[in-house]
């Protein structure tokens, strides 16, 4: 299973744009990149998964180049309530059928100022 | 019901106490994974369902933990005799088979073992 690597923590203001990359240095060509998002005192929460390029969806979107080996999660204009631990996880689709135990990592926690 | 259920919320249990920590997955789920996450970590795989055939226990870290699923709903982790490093989030998380809306996680159980 392809390894991660995220920074530990990021520090942003409430309106600005959250870019958190991701490296994933041997990511197999049938691994696809998804983000999860966990709160304080609850689970992971899914956010956004792609395989390649650009995906965009209500909540944030997922920038990934041409070589795959890494990839950039994209929040536009935080707000406080974005205060949260944000995993990068490669592998199966969370979207196929099939065996798929999730690898997580430490994460990157965000911290949302005023 | 709407979400993964998890109970009890808190756990403290002393040293050698057996515990057990119940998960209730959305209704229709055929997939039940549990995971553990030390205070600042990410999520730990430690064991997976299909139904009630427990297919992967791997991540189980010793003979101490045991889970069951036995009508292929409710699933229960039980640990035995627990020791201080067992002091973690447990969490649970349900699918479909053909994981058409991705994996939905419970709130966790803390453990605290004193």
């Known amino acids: 299973l392809a390894k991660t690597t995220q920074p530990i923590s990021m520090d942003s203001y409430e309106g600005q744009e959250v870019n958190i990359t991701c490296s994933h240095n041997n990511i197999a060509t049938n691994d696809y990149i998804t983000w999860y998002q966990q709160f304080p005192s609850q689970g992971p929460r899914f956010i956004i998964q792609?395989?390649?390029t650009k995906v965009t969806n209500e909540v944030a979107s997922l920038f990934i180049p041409a070589d795959r080996k890494s990839s950039t999660l994209s929040l536009p204009r935080v707000s406080l309530s974005d205060t949260a631990v944000y995993y990068c996880?490669?592998?199966?689709?969370?979207?196929?059928?099939?065996?798929?135990?999730?690898?997580f990592g430490a994460g990157t926690r965000l911290a949302v100022h005023p | 019901g709407a979400g993964v259920s998890q109970s009890p919320r808190y756990k403290v249990a002393k040293r050698g106490q057996d515990v057990a920590l119940r998960c209730d997955p959305i209704?229709?789920?055929?997939?039940l994974f549990w995971y553990q996450q030390a205070l600042g970590q990410g999520p730990e795989f430690l064991t997976y369902f299909q139904n009630e055939a427990q297919l992967d226990k791997s991540g189980l870290p010793s003979d101490r933990f045991f889970a069951e699923r036995p009508e292929g709903s409710v699933s229960t982790l039980k640990i035995q005799r627990t020791q201080q490093e067992d002091s973690a989030v447990y969490l649970c998380?349900?699918?479909?088979?053909?994981?058409?809306?991705?994996?939905?996680f419970g709130s966790g159980t803390r453990l605290t073992v004193v």
């Open positions: 996880l490669v592998g199966a689709s969370m979207f196929s059928g099939g065996y798929n135990k999730l690898i």
């Open positions: 998380a349900s699918s479909l088979e053909d994981r058409e809306h991705g994996y939905t």
């Open positions: 209704s229709g789920h055929v997939s």
């Open positions: 792609g395989y390649k």
